[in-house]
């Protein structure tokens, strides 16, 4: 018996790219033919949804603006084996899709991410590479795991993480909750490399630099309290410990030479210190233990997801 064909979707979120939607549908209709294209519109002001619907794509529309937002609503509607979502405005090449089904496929993967390879000088500007290497770095820091591009908008994502991932970001911190919901719950990640271009010089990019890199290292804060409580308010009551001892021990070398305490105010801001860092600790551990809970929580509603069928058919 053959295997049965791979349900494909291909998920395009967009805002205001009229310039580059065509190509997009069309490039991904023809290196996935056997895949369904979803063209998720944000409530676009120059005719991008209807040049999608004329492109061939199934197009919904958004309201409520913000990535986040369009790719929540995505994961939630569109039902599918293997999902590929993708930005709308062209910079990734479509040419790489089959090879990244192809190694979710054979890895058996949980998620794919397209690692970019600029294609220019102009494709992928240096800030942005810094911001991303130094973001990349700080995850793989606090959580663990190798992870090369973590703010990539080229994956490949199985049935079992899409549906059980909860989406809270509205924006461009998508791509850094997505990797973090994967490293956290110990899914399994490939990459493979893809060539990223530039976008047509009529097509202007919604990226704003320094606004969605202090939101993504805001959301790693909130992730880190949410996942890593331990670290935080641990770490937080090892220094106000440390601080503590060391307003103290003058103040005690001095009683033991003199017999005095000329500083009494600095020795109870020391003990109240002190008193605020163990309860620190103790809040860690409560925490933490609830995380722990929680995280348990997420993988078994994880693994009773529809696994995947690891001998389908990708080329049906």
């Not at 998720?40 to 120059?46: A, G, K, P, Q």
């Not at 199934?58 to 990535?67: L, P, S």
């Not at 663990?144 to 703010?151: H, I, N, P």
Request: charged fraction near 20%; glycine fraction near 8%; hydrophobic fraction near 45%.
């Amino acid at each position: 018996m053959s295997p049965a064909p791979c349900r494909i979707a291909v998920l395009i979120p967009c805002y205001n790219e009229a310039a580059a939607i065509t190509d997009v549908v069309a490039e991904f209709r023809a290196s996935l033919p056997q895949a369904q294209i979803h063209v998720f519109d944000n409530n676009s002001t120059d005719g991008t949804a209807d040049i999608a619907r004329a492109a061939g794509a199934q197009v919904r529309i958004e309201t409520r603006r913000g990535k986040g937002h369009v790719v929540r609503r995505m994961l939630a509607d569109v039902e599918a084996d293997i999902y590929v979502l993708v930005d709308g405005d062209h910079t990734y090449d479509a040419a790489v899709a089959p090879r990244l089904v192809d190694c979710l496929i054979s890895g058996r993967y949980d998620m794919v991410t397209g690692v970019r390879i600029a294609g220019g000088e102009t494709a992928y500007r240096p800030g942005h590479q810094f911001g991303n290497r130094m973001l990349t770095g700080l995850i793989m820091a606090l959580f663990g795991s190798e992870v090369r591009d973590m703010l990539s908008g080229y994956r490949v994502l199985s049935r079992r993480l899409v549906k059980s991932f909860p989406i809270a970001s509205r924006g461009f911190e998508l791509e850094t909750e997505l990797t973090v919901h994967a490293l956290e719950l110990d899914m399994t990640i490939g990459e493979v490399e893809t060539r990223y271009t530039a976008r047509a010089d009529n097509s202007e990019s919604k990226l704003r630099t320094f606004r969605d890199g202090l939101r993504i290292l805001f959301t790693i804060w909130r992730l880190l309290q949410q996942r890593r409580p331990a670290l935080i308010y641990g770490g937080l009551g090892v220094l106000g410990l440390i601080l503590a001892l060391a307003l103290t021990v003058p103040i005690g070398l001095n009683y033991l030479k003199t017999g005095l305490v000329p500083r009494f105010p600095t020795l109870i801001a020391a003990g109240a210190i002190a008193v605020s860092g163990l309860l620190a600790i103790a809040a860690g551990a409560i925490v933490s233990a609830i995380a722990h809970g929680r995280r348990e929580i997420r993988r078994l509603f994880y693994l009773q997801q529809i696994g995947p069928d690891w001998t389908c058919d990708a080329d049906r």
